[in-house]
């Protein structure tokens, strides 16, 4: 028996005399790893995604440390040191038009740029799901009326409907936030609506139905483990949108407000200077793109982690 | 031999009736799905389902044939409340299904299901064992219990636990999968098993161990089955009685060896002959059937299978024939059976009564 491959078929059971034999030890536990269990596995294995995770990780820890680790005062800027550039004995990173030190800037600069960059995709994640899965699972015409609502939001190119939501609940960090997870609930609710509706109709939804089990515990056995994997992995893709939207209306004035620091704002305030020090005028765009992709790369790993084999 | 594994036998307070009760009454079952025909087109139904009625007795196999899209698994599916049904009744050891005594609930514990698909009838982020335990969890056992009794429900249908029970399904083959699903089936203890197509995606050999595995399961745990094929050798093979459905109703039912051997409606026969024989001798010269199903949003007056059979005459257009008995465990829905319906081919009265 021990010596078969996995793969030959199964003892005939006639053979057995109406009962295969049973194991001398049905107790002989072995623990499954569990479908989470093996995503973090395979994605430990995956070295671009583990590049991405450490690089976030990174920025993250600077950007919470950044109060007490910034080499100079963010705020003290110099008139007469203003633009020096990158690579210059005391600013590391040049410093900015009003004479402020670039890097302790980027530094603290990420907290904010971080924050309104992630919270909207969390909040959107929680509300858009919950919307998406109901809509998917109950289907009918609640089905209707919450998806055709959710399309009305896509008649707007996201970045307008960005703005028009910042410029109408007026300028400020919690605002953006607000139209930021307006933005993307829709486009989360409708992944999450797709892929609900498509588990729903599986068998293995019927066969939990059959054997007796309330519609919430169905959702929270069967479906939710199936549908939060795809939903997380396009949540996790929009980061980097979020953060690039974030700073387009701290850009345009309708986030962050000077003198804070915010990469967005940043790229705004030192628009001017790009002729005179390109390479300093670019960093905080350059930050953006690093998170950015790095966000982008670790969801991809992300994804084809949670691959299930067909 | 062995203790006995899994659970014992049915208790035998849950039998009510008596072993003379029908373990499933349907009577005039209907489903019709509506479908539109375009923008500002007349709404149409399917008449998937039109009234269909028959009895599945305690303890036998009851074998439903017919091609497909002739509303076998819905049928299935109204029988397991997986879709509500229009109209009709059904009654499960004497008891209607969604009555007072008998809610939805508790006639789930004592039927189940085993789906054609394998592979999506499991879910493919659940191990094995979960899958099986599920059912039972559900119905209030404790986690270790549950999951015992997965583990012996493997070992029932022969998959060792101790290898297979922590697979996921993509781990499996499509015979290992269908064992899988028929103990998760049997994990809630049920008096009624329904088989739709549950044989059909295995290879032969594959099939054969688990038609076997089928039997023996029927024997050991007193189980009834409702068996869904359009394999007729199949269907020989494990079924006591036999329904033969075309287009939406059940056109005859008898014992399988009586109604495979010497079919009495047109449709078995043709159905029958378009079996390949082994025979070189007995060969089929002439398609049997010509043509698909009619449309089931316009089914054809009268006998429904009138436009394609053989021994179609005038009054088979405008008469809808009755199920009735040619013998007392045998009836058929055709006009050329039936004394005095009009049809040249019809016995006479006398030689009827």
């Excluded at chain 1, 054997?211 to 795809?230: D, E, H, K, W, Y």
């Excluded at chain 1, 979020?242 to 940043?266: N, Q």
């Excluded at chain 1, 960093?283 to 084999?309: C, Q, T, Y």
Aim: overall charge neutral; charged content about 15%.
């Amino acid at each position: 028996m021990a010596t078969l491959a996995p793969h030959a078929t199964a003892p005939l059971l006639d053979v057995a005399g109406g009962a295969a034999p049973l194991p001398d030890a049905p107790d002989a536990f072995m623990p499954s790893r569990g479908f989470w269990g093996q995503v973090g596995h395979k994605l430990l294995r995956d070295p671009v995604a583990m590049t991405a995770a450490c690089v976030i990780l990174a920025i993250v820890a600077v950007a919470l440390l950044a109060p007490w680790i910034t080499p100079m005062d963010p705020y003290r800027g110099s008139m007469i040191r203003r633009l020096k550039p990158v690579g210059d004995a005391t600013y590391l990173l040049g410093s900015d038009e009003l004479g402020r030190d670039m890097l302790s800037r980027l530094m603290l600069g990420g907290r904010l740029s971080l924050f309104i960059g992630v919270t909207p995709v969390i909040l959107a994640f929680v509300i858009g799901s919950g919307i998406g899965i109901l809509a998917g699972y109950v289907g009918g015409w609640l089905n209707t009326v919450l998806m055709r609502t959710i399309d009305v939001f896509f008649a707007f190119p996201s970045v307008l409907l960005a703005i028009a939501l910042s410029g109408a609940l007026g300028a400020g960090v919690f605002n953006s936030i607000v139209s930021l997870t307006c933005v993307f609930v829709p486009q989360i609710a409708r992944v999450a609506e797709s892929v609900t509706t498509q588990i729903r109709s599986r068998d293995y939804v019927d066969a939990a139905r059959l054997s007796g089990a309330s519609t919430f515990t169905i959702l929270r056995v069967q479906v939710l483990g199936n549908v939060l994997g795809p939903i997380f992995v396009y949540a996790t893709s929009l980061i980097s949108v979020s953060m690039i939207l974030a700073s387009g209306l701290s850009f345009l004035g309708l986030g962050v407000k000077p003198p804070e620091p915010e990469w967005g704002l940043m790229l705004n305030t030192l628009r001017t200077a790009i002729y005179v020090n390109p390479l300093v005028a670019a960093l905080p765009g350059l930050a953006i793109f690093i998170v950015s992709i790095s966000f982008n790369l670790f969801s991809d790993g992300l994804r084809s982690a949670m691959e299930v084999k067909a | 031999m062995s203790t006995p594994i899994g659970q014992p036998t049915v208790p035998p307070d849950r039998d009510r009736g008596g072993p003379a009760q029908p373990l499933l009454s349907i009577d005039g079952l209907v489903k019709h799905f509506p479908v539109k025909k375009g923008l500002g087109g007349r709404p149409a139904v399917v008449r998937a389902v039109d009234g269909v009625d028959f009895t599945i007795l305690k303890g036998e196999t009851l074998g439903i044939v017919g091609e497909s899209g002739c509303g076998k698994s819905t049928t299935a599916r109204l029988i397991m409340g997986l879709m509500p049904h229009d109209s009709g009744e059904l009654l499960f050891d004497g008891e209607l299904i969604g009555g007072r005594a008998l809610p939805w609930r508790d006639f789930r514990a004592q039927t189940q299901m085993v789906f054609q698909d394998s592979y999506a009838s499991l879910n493919p982020r659940m191990t094995v064992e979960g899958s099986i335990a599920f059912g039972p969890r559900v119905h209030g056992v404790p986690k270790r219990q549950a999951i015992e009794r997965a583990r012996s429900l493997l070992a029932r249908v022969g998959l060792e636990p101790s290898r297979f029970a922590a697979r996921y399904p993509h781990e499996l083959s499509g015979g290992q999968r269908q064992r899988v699903n028929i103990a998760r089936a049997l994990a809630l203890q049920p008096r009624l098993v329904v088989l739709d197509e549950a044989v059909s995606a295995l290879d032969k050999s594959v099939e054969a161990q688990v038609l076997n595995l089928l039997m023996d399961l029927k024997q050991e745990f007193a189980l009834t089955y409702l068996f869904i094929s359009h394999d007729l050798n199949v269907v020989r093979f494990l079924c006591d009685r036999v329904a033969v459905m075309y287009l939406g109703q059940v056109v005859e039912i008898g014992p399988a060896d009586t109604v495979l051997a010497s079919p009495a409606h047109p449709y078995t026969a043709a159905l029958l002959s378009s079996m390949p024989s082994m025979d070189p001798d007995a060969r089929t010269q002439v398609a049997p059937l010509a043509g698909d199903p009619p449309n089931p949003i316009d089914p054809p007056p009268g006998c429904r299978f009138h436009p394609r059979c053989t021994l179609a005459e005038e009054v088979c257009k405008g008469r809808v024939p009755p199920l009735a008995p040619v013998d007392p465990v045998h009836r058929v829905a055709c006009l050329a059976r039936q004394p005095g319906s009009g049809h040249s081919a019809a016995p006479t009265l006398s030689v009827a009564a």
